[in-house]
């Protein structure tokens, strides 16, 4: 399967505690997004790579919340010290760059009791 | 700031019959791209169709098509003899400049359900 794939694709972790998502694009995509959806809303974006460089960041990424890129393909999106307002679908889709199309992987789930 | 606006929450659909859903925009920038996406209960999102800000035609996909009026800043689309499978979320998205971030910027929606 060449698509985009996500890990895992759902996680419900207490109050405080730390999460880690990870996103694999497709293998010749060089732009890498994440996204966050919650209920009934359309996915509104967190972050942007471009290779390993991440090149910009939504005001919606608190500085509990970092991601990474380290060789260029895949990618990691952390949520330190969850709180309930995190619960969400967590998105990650790629494309080349100048191209047309993001194709979006499966999601991962998040929910914070 | 670049906007996109979705004002159909929930739409029903005859199958086999077509059906548009609406979508516009507000942009001040001259060249941008928009797209629809389809998104099942399974939560992925699925491209469908795409209209380049400069295309002089409508794009179509098979039983998609976008019609595009830029005057109007609209980029409504129409699927035609609905399926049972086309029951979804649909999301109109509007791309900025390709120099740029290439983000997109999502509506908030609309159901559909077709009803057999």
Redesign the interface.
């Given at each position: 399967d060449t698509g985009v794939s996500q890990d895992p694709r759902h996680k419900i972790t207490k109050r405080g505690q730390n999460v880690t998502f990870r996103c694999d694009p497709i293998s010749e995509h060089n732009r890498l997004y994440w996204y966050r959806q919650t209920l009934g809303q359309g996915p509104e974006f967190l972050t942007y790579f471009q290779n390993e460089a991440q090149l910009e960041k939504s005001r919606l990424l608190s500085d509990r919340f970092s991601a990474e890129r380290p060789k260029g393909s895949f990618s990691t999106l952390e949520i330190q010290r969850t709180e309930q307002g995190d619960s969400a679908m967590y998105l990650c889709a790629s494309s080349l760059a100048g191209a047309g199309e993001q194709f979006f992987g499966p999601g991962t789930r998040l929910t914070v009791l | 700031a670049q906007k996109?606006t979705q004002t159909q929450p929930g739409m029903f659909v005859q199958e086999k019959e077509a059906v548009t859903l609406d979508c516009t925009y507000d942009t001040s920038d001259q060249s941008y791209?928009l797209?629809w996406?389809k998104q099942p209960s399974?939560?992925?999102?699925?491209?469908l169709i795409?209209q380049g800000s400069y295309d002089e035609q409508n794009a179509t996909e098979g039983r998609y098509s976008l019609n595009f009026q830029k005057a109007r800043k609209s980029a409504n689309l129409v699927i035609s003899a609905s399926q049972l499978g086309d029951s979804a979320m649909y999301?109109c998205?509007m791309r900025e400049q390709?120099?740029n971030?290439?983000?997109?910027?999502?509506?908030?929606?609309t159901t559909l359900q077709v009803k057999p």
């Open positions: - | 996109i791209g797209f996406y399974s939560g992925e999102m699925i491209f795409y999301f998205a390709p120099g971030t290439g983000k997109l910027i999502f509506g908030q929606g």
